[in-house]
Nanobody, 123 residues
């Protein structure tokens, strides 16, 4: 049973930085895709970044590429999203997630497990 708990959200000024953390527990293999998603009020949920630990592949939304970085501390079972040069349009609830099928990864992959989310507000 996989459980994901996000933290690190909060308020930031335009141009500032935040680091989101996701504490993962349960059976998560290196072949499982891990990712960050976000959803703003009235908007559809969108993929922000994804990472496949088994081969190091990373995937980023165009809107965050070059500003955000996804990483994982496998020993601590922690997933991170470093967010730099924040913009007001980055304001959203951010969720971490784990993929359903081993080896399948990307922002459109099938994600089976989700955290409860952490709010990021940029002004």
């Amino acid at each position: 049973h996989v459980q994901l708990v996000e933290s690190g959200g909060g308020s930031a000024q335009t141009g500032g930085s935040l680091t989101l953390s996701c504490d993962a527990s349960g059976n998560i293999a290196r072949g499982d895709c891990v990712g960050w998603f976000r959803q703003a009020p009235g908007q559809r949920r969108e993929g922000v970044a994804a990472f496949l630990p088994s081969d190091g592949s990373t995937y980023y939304a165009v809107s965050v590429k070059g500003r955000f970085a996804i990483s994982q501390d496998n020993a601590k079972k922690m997933l991170y999203l470093q967010m730099n040069s924040l913009k007001p349009e980055d304001t959203a609830m951010y969720y971490c997630a784990v993929g359903r099928f081993s080896g399948q990864c990307g922002l459109r992959a099938d994600f089976a497990h989700w955290g409860q989310g952490t709010q990021v507000t940029v002004s």
